[in-house]
């Protein structure tokens, strides 16, 4: 669970069905997230009963990469960003370290395709979002494809349809059933400091601390 109230899941792309078929190349979101709309006050809850239930929630999808340093890769990650978030509301673009010199070409291709770009940073306040992803209605076909070819997404997709369909008395424990699947979203410094030499991600505690004081 993320900080903006996004509910993230690690896609395992070697546990899909027929992972070496061709066919199944540039499908597979890195990441999927779910945000849901907040309301704090028993009418609006009540009110949403009344409308479509799927407008109270946002579908995510993530492209994951370490680096991008030219304008090749940056055009190549983009497009698999744009196949793989071809079912979601939103695509985004992830990387640690983003050439400068490559933002006038983000910002193109961001305009053209509407896929967003986030800089990742190990030090979670200094993250960020370069360009907004465009909002886009689901792809059902694609939804159901991947539903069929890899476990964890297929999982997912069952845990935000079952908070969907949930009588209000069972809402809460369904809630912690998605956010239990979900990765963990590491809270203090602490979790974030061994996390990130785990994955041996460059961990600036300074930074974190600086920023937290603020």
Not at 25 to 42: A, C, Q, R, Y
Request: hydrophobic share 35%; aromatic share 12%; net charge neutral.
């Amino acid at each position: 669970m993320s900080s903006k109230n996004t509910y993230a899941k690690t896609i395992i792309h070697e546990k899909s069905k027929n992972r070496k078929d061709r066919n199944q190349k540039w499908i597979h979101p890195d990441m999927v997230g779910v945000s849901f709309l907040t309301l704090k006050t028993e009418i609006g809850k009540t009110f949403i009963d009344v409308l479509q239930k799927t407008d109270t929630l946002k579908l995510i999808s993530y492209e994951l990469k370490r680096d991008i340093k030219t304008d090749y890769e940056l055009k190549e990650y983009f497009f698999q960003a744009v196949s793989n978030s071809s079912w979601a509301n939103y695509g985004y673009l992830v990387a640690f370290e983003i050439g400068d010199n490559l933002k006038d070409e983000m910002e193109r291709l961001n305009q053209s395709f509407g896929i967003g770009v986030i800089e990742l940073k190990a030090n979670p306040f200094e993250s960020k979002i370069l360009y907004q992803a465009k909002f886009k209605e689901l792809d059902f076909k694609t939804i159901d494809k991947l539903c069929n070819v890899n476990e964890n997404y297929r999982k997912f997709i069952e845990l935000v349809e079952k908070l969907l369909t949930a009588k209000s008395k069972y809402f809460k424990s369904t809630k912690n059933e998605l956010i239990g699947y979900c990765d963990k979203y590491l809270e203090g410094d602490k979790e974030i400091e061994q996390y990130c030499k785990d994955k041996n991600i460059p961990f600036e505690k300074d930074a974190i601390e600086t920023e937290a004081t603020n």
